[in-house]
């Protein structure tokens, strides 16, 4: 929580497992109640929101490294999404995102999400972060 700023009830990861600069591995357990939920299962726009969290909870990590607060970011644009499964309700799943590159305050990922080394989804984002004060 102290590293994205989404609050309850859209927050969509759990734990944060792995980051480097260039890699950044979430965890996230699929809960009934959740918003995206429907049908026993987690809906698209919510995968799209854990890929986004990833990227954020990376910025986040990367600012309190720095001693700076955490910055709020935008998606840009959504390019090649591909939706494979959908995870059900108490599956765990596991988000990768990895920086393809980075100009200013505008960050390009690739974004991964995978349930027992399965790909269940995948796309890139442009992300912008505002500049805090």
């Known amino acids: 929580m102290s590293l994205i700023p989404q609050r309850p009830p859209f927050v969509m990861i759990d734990s944060l497992l792995f980051k480097d600069e260039k890699l950044t591995r979430t965890g996230f357990e699929v809960r009934e109640g ?4 429907k049908e026993g299962v987690l809906r698209e726009p919510g995968l799209v929101e854990n890929i986004a969290q990833t990227a954020a909870a990376s910025a986040g990590q990367t600012s309190k490294v720095e001693n700076k607060p955490v910055s709020v970011g935008y998606i840009g644009a959504i390019n090649n999404l591909q939706i494979f499964s959908l995870p059900k309700i108490k599956d765990i799943i596991i988000t990768e995102i990895s920086i393809v590159t980075q100009v200013f305050n505008v ?20 992300i912008f972060l505002t500049q805090t004060k």
């Open 34 to 37: 959740n918003i995206f939920v």
């Open 107 to 126: 960050t390009l990922i690739a974004g991964k999400i995978y349930h027992n080394d399965e790909l269940l989804a995948q796309c890139e984002m442009k």
